[in-house]
């Protein structure tokens, strides 16, 4: 695996694992999957440059406008849950727990 | 060049110029002068009347018409459009008529305006619907006619509203621009039709190509434009309603010169309509139902210039009957005879009106033959002209519609509806002619009766003259291009007078009856239909308004406000989704991190298979 593509692989897991295991706040997790959405953008690109598919040439800005949806709808879910809970520590989204 | 037609050509634009030039002076920064009405606008129709007898005796000498083709305006894809005038034999008789007619007018409104602090304005409101007018008649191409057609219809609705303080003038002249409006749909139609079918706007090609189209739907769209302009039956409620304006404005728009723009238009199209039956029949019924609901609408009313108004419009039906006929030549030479008898009654009323201190209801006129004998005697002038008395102006007109009607072909109804439209002529006439000359007087005492003023009496003499002598002079110079029929029965040659004699035997019979009452409460249905104008008014004016809009509110509302906004639009959407939401989250408990958690695992574990 050549570096680049390590490193890439490796921020899109280390980001993965920041999302599943986030402990105290929502935001934390919403960072790590806008850290998994930009090394995405790098692999996009760099498999147009690789196999010189010019075609593809599009894909990463499509998934650039795409990620700035879902930042900011999840955003919006954020200043939500801060206005109903007051906080965004995850120990107050308990509502449906058992 | 040849001389005649150098002295044609010449003579009419300076004739175009000659009207133009006051109309530039009110652009300078300087205000006018008091006498600026007088001095320019007077002086200028007069003398371009004068100068348009040039072309009018070269016409009657040699015959020429001609077409000046001024100047490349535009260009729309298709085709060109240029200032082009055509100066037949319809616009070269109609112009002088017109000029001598305005400026008779424009003298009486010297003296009628006096005391209005904005006459100049108003002479050049006038002028400047003299300006269209003409530009109408001598229009060679659509384009150009539009703009007369367009200019005359804003300048009737800026001289009707000239009292703007009253509301009821304001109400006329916006009737008078929403049925024209009506009209104006016909007119643009017909115009799109021909820029698409027969690519041009000049009359010349339209004539040409037309003998290889159906023409019903321009026929159609011009037959609807006439009816707008000229009051024909079901756009005719703004023509009475536009009397509001002072009566300068109604003897020159509305008797003489616009309403008749509608008319001029079927003239100058009239050969797209030699062979199409509908279209002549259309005209002919429309004429003919128009000629008989004014008529007998004017039966009953009571104010003069509404009376004046209703035979007008009872005139227009005539003219548009002529048509239907396929005699356009007829329609015109009635249209330059009631230009003079029309502007003169409208004139003889207004020096009524103002020797009575503003009153206008002829129940309380009376007497006037002793008081103000050169109005009433020219009053008298032109309702037997009206009524197409033997040998003065209206007979060669009317008489000759008539014989033409008789001996053709057509509709038997159409016949009888004009010849009882005819007799409700005299009958009307006859009416306003006893009401205000005849009897004893039924004003007021102190009356400021005084037509001494030659600005008064100068115009209505002249168009006296013009009333007894204007048919005499048209029918002797101008050769008809289609045969009247010349040998009849001695009952049909004599209908048109037969028929205005009995009915003035009734009216004067009913006259007698006028201090008798028969029964102590009368139920007279059909006074009330005829003085309300046959309900047209209140019926249109009222129900179709009312359910327009009430149609607009229940779809505003119910529709859209609570169907789509609510029902179905954002409210829907959204309760929709929260019941879905419900229940979909009842499977779930809650605990994000756990879950997060076993999908990493299952993933690093499906990794991880994978590379073993």
Redesign the interface.
């Known amino acids: 695996m050549t570096p680049v593509h390590f490193s890439f692989s490796s921020a899109f897991i280390l980001g993965?694992?920041g999302?599943?295991?986030?402990?105290t706040h929502l935001l934390s997790a919403l960072l790590c999957l806008e850290g998994m959405m930009l090394s995405l953008f790098i692999a996009l690109a760099l498999w147009t440059l690789q196999f010189e598919m010019t075609g593809f040439s599009a894909a990463p800005m499509l998934l650039l406008a795409f990620s700035a949806c879902e930042a900011s709808a999840g955003l919006a879910l954020l200043v939500a849950t801060a206005r109903t809970h007051g906080t965004d520590r995850?120990q107050n989204?308990?509502?449906?727990?058992? | 060049m040849h001389l005649t037609t150098l002295i044609l050509s010449s003579s009419l634009i300076l004739v175009i110029a000659i009207l133009i030039y006051p109309l530039l002076t009110t652009l300078n920064p300087n205000p006018q002068d008091q006498k600026w009405a007088i001095t320019h606008v007077k002086t200028s129709v007069k003398a371009a009347f004068l100068m348009s007898l040039l072309p009018l005796m070269i016409f009657l000498d040699q015959g020429t018409e001609t077409i000046i083709t001024n100047w490349h305006w535009m260009n729309t894809a298709p085709f060109d459009i240029n200032i082009s005038f055509k100066f037949d034999h319809y616009s070269i008789i109609f112009t002088p008529i017109a000029l001598y007619v305005t400026w008779s007018i424009l003298e009486f409104a010297s003296w009628y305006m006096h005391s209005d602090p904005l006459m100049n304005r108003f002479f050049k409101y006038l002028l400047l619907f003299l300006v269209a007018m003409i530009l109408l008649v001598s229009a060679n191409n659509m384009f150009q006619l539009f703009i007369g057609w367009e200019g005359v219809g804003i300048m009737s609705f800026l001289l009707i509203g000239w009292w703007y303080g009253r509301a009821d003038a304001n109400t006329a002249a916006l009737q008078a621009v929403l049925y024209n409006r009506v009209g104006d749909i016909g007119l643009i139609m017909a115009m799109a039709w021909l820029a698409m079918n027969l690519n041009s706007w000049e009359i010349q090609q339209i004539f040409f190509l037309s003998k290889n189209f159906d023409m019903t739907l321009p026929l159609i769209g011009l037959i609807l434009a006439a009816t707008g302009k000229s009051a024909q039956f079901g756009l005719h409620p703004w023509l009475p309603s536009a009397m509001e304006g002072p009566t300068p404005v109604s003897a020159l728009l509305h008797s003489s010169t616009m309403v008749v723009a509608g008319i001029f238009l079927l003239i100058r199209l009239h050969p797209l309509m030699e062979n199409n039956n509908i279209a002549l029949t259309t005209c002919l019924c429309l004429g003919a139902l128009t000629t008989l609901f004014t008529a007998a609408c004017a039966l009953t009313q009571n104010d003069i210039k509404k009376i004046v108004a209703f035979s007008t419009s009872s005139q227009l039906g005539l003219m548009m009957v002529t048509i239907g006929l396929n005699q356009p030549q007829l329609a015109f030479l009635h249209i330059c005879t009631h230009a003079f008898f029309k502007a003169m009654l409208f004139l003889c009323s207004g020096s009524i009106i103002h020797s009575l201190n503003d009153e206008q209801d002829i129940r309380k006129m009376g007497g006037l033959q002793n008081l103000m004998p050169m109005t009433s005697t020219c009053l008298t002038i032109g309702s037997l002209a009206l009524t197409g008395t033997p040998f003065l102006a209206g007979f060669f007109s009317k008489d000759a519609i008539i014989e033409a009607l008789n001996t053709s072909h057509l509709n038997a109804w159409a016949l009888i509806l004009t010849l009882i439209a005819t007799s409700f002529t005299a009958v009307y006439s006859f009416r306003v002619v006893y009401f205000v000359t005849m009897g004893t007087p039924r004003f007021l005492p102190l009356s400021p009766i005084n037509e001494n003023n030659p600005s008064v009496i100068n115009p209505i003499k002249r168009l006296a003259w013009g009333s007894i002598i204007a048919g005499l002079i048209i029918t002797s110079n101008f050769l008809p291009s289609k045969t009247p029929i010349m040998s009849m029965p001695l009952t049909l040659k004599l209908a048109a007078l037969l028929v205005t004699i009995i009915g003035l035997l009734t009216a004067l019979e009913l006259t007698a009856m006028t201090n008798k009452q028969f029964k102590i409460t009368p139920t007279i249905p059909l006074h009330h239909f005829s003085n309300m104008l046959g309900y047209f008014p209140a019926i249109i004016h009222r129900l179709t308004p009312k359910l327009n809009l009430s149609l607009g509110q229940s779809i505003a509302t119910q529709l859209i406000d609570q169907t789509w906004f609510e029902a179905t639009g954002p409210k829907g959407v959204s309760s929709l989704q929260v019941k879905m939401a419900k229940t979909v989250?009842d499977a779930?408990?809650?605990?994000?991190?756990t879950y997060?958690?076993i999908?990493?695992l299952t993933?690093t574990i499906a990794i991880l298979l994978t590379m073993i």
């Open positions: 993965l694992m999302l599943t295991f986030h402990r995850l989204l308990n509502l449906l727990q058992c | 989250s779930q408990q809650g605990m994000i991190k997060l958690t999908f990493l993933t």
